[in-house]
Nanobody, 121 residues
Framework: QVQLQESGPGLVKPSQTLSLTCTVSNGSITTNSFYWSWIRQPPGKGLEWIGYIAYSGNSYYNPSLKRRASISRDTTKNQITLQLSSVPPEDTAVYYC?????????????WGQGTLVTVSS
């Protein structure tokens, strides 16, 4: 069974860059047809899709976050990385790494457990 594990700092100061890593086990991030997304959920709010990186290495972002978000990968470590720059306190959320077998259409079959990131000075 595929497993996804998010890791990174739990506290980031405003205006700094948030950086999270998703380590994927029991499945390759380069396997054809799979997309790897980052999603977040602020306290008391709904889920927000941030962006994905495809098996091919192509990436695509939520237009509202495109200027600040960057998703990359390390195929030797089977890891996906999210960077979100110039973070305001409103970026406080639980961040999830998920697998999308639907070609980037937002149907997810595997989720990480999520990691809480707080943006505060």
């Amino acid at each position: 069974q595929v497993q996804l594990q998010e890791s990174g700092p739990g506290l980031v100061k405003p205006s700094q860059t948030l950086s999270l890593t998703c380590t994927v086990s029991n499945g390759s991030i380069t396997t054809n047809s799979f997309y790897w997304s980052w999603i977040r959920q602020p306290p008391g709010k709904g889920l927000e899709w941030i962006g994905y990186i495809a098996y091919s290495g192509n990436s695509y972002y939520n237009p509202s976050l495109k200027r600040r978000a960057s998703i990359s990968r390390d195929t030797t470590k089977n890891q996906i990385t999210l960077q979100l720059s110039s973070v305001p306190p409103e970026d406080t959320a639980v961040y999830y790494c998920v697998r999308d077998p639907s070609g980037g259409w937002g149907s997810y079959d595997y989720w990480g457990q999520g990691t809480l990131v707080t943006v505060s000075s």
